[in-house]
């Protein structure tokens, strides 16, 4: 089966396919296209968000990340998502925990982690107060607001998954010592398996991670 994942940065996400194929037991083709795809470091620079702009930050096939605003990538997101359609994938999978506009569309199913996590995230804390880690300092209060309508309390934490391991840690120190939260969402589809179980050691809480907990949802389909 052909199965489309569309990303914010560039294509192929080599770092997240390496956590998720085999959860697919080999039974699905992978198809990529990203809302950066073809641009150039400098082009990207560009796209600098703004005021009230919807950050993103995601990942360049160079190892490297971006930070940018939403608004830059829809047209060129629209674009990676017709493509994927016309190469005959049956969905269409979203790298991205971030919102998106209903402008986007798609004549097949497409999944978006966020609709994944609003809907899961709630039954897994006791307490309603979670952590989600984020990669970008400009995106906290960002995050917080996302998550108000399906928890009762969000306390965000900045720390890229593209950055410096002991950033990592120090979010994990710090999420440590809230006592009422009982889960800890990595709130970005860059974040690793690797990393999920650092948080969950340090922390002694739950920890979701986004690239597995969207395959796995997306297995139940190709599981023929």
């Known amino acids: 089966m052909k199965i489309g994942a569309i990303t914010i940065g560039q294509a192929p996400r ?9 959860i697919f037991g080999g039974k699905i083709e992978l198809l990529q296209r990203g809302g950066l795809d073809g641009l150039t470091r400098e082009e990207i620079e560009k796209f600098k968000p703004e005021g009230d702009d919807y950050v993103l930050v995601s990942r360049l096939t160079d190892g490297s990340s971006v930070t940018f605003a939403e608004k830059y990538i829809l047209g060129n997101l629209q674009k990676g998502i017709d493509a994927l359609e016309a190469a005959g994938v049956k969905l269409i999978m979203v790298f991205c925990t971030g919102s998106f ?3 986007l569309t798609s004549h097949v199913p497409m999944v978006f982690p966020c609709d994944i996590l609003h809907k899961v995230v709630p039954l897994l804390t006791r307490t309603s107060h979670i952590a989600a880690v984020t990669p970008s300092p400009l995106q906290l209060e960002q995050n917080n607001q996302k998550w108000s309508g399906y928890v009762k309390e969000c306390t965000s934490v900045a720390a890229s998954p593209y950055g410096e391991w002991s950033d990592l840690e120090k979010a994990a120190e710090e999420i440590s010592h809230m006592d009422d939260v009982d889960l800890v ?28 907990l969207l395959a796995r949802v997306i297995s139940e389909v190709t599981d023929v």
């Open 101 to 103: 506009p209903e402008s």
């Open 185 to 212: 969402v990595l709130d970005c589809i860059g974040f690793t398996q690797k990393m999920k179980e650092m948080f969950a050691e340090k922390t002694g809480k739950t920890v979701v991670l986004p690239r597995t």
């Open 14 to 22: 080599v770092d997240v396919t390496c956590d998720i194929m085999d």
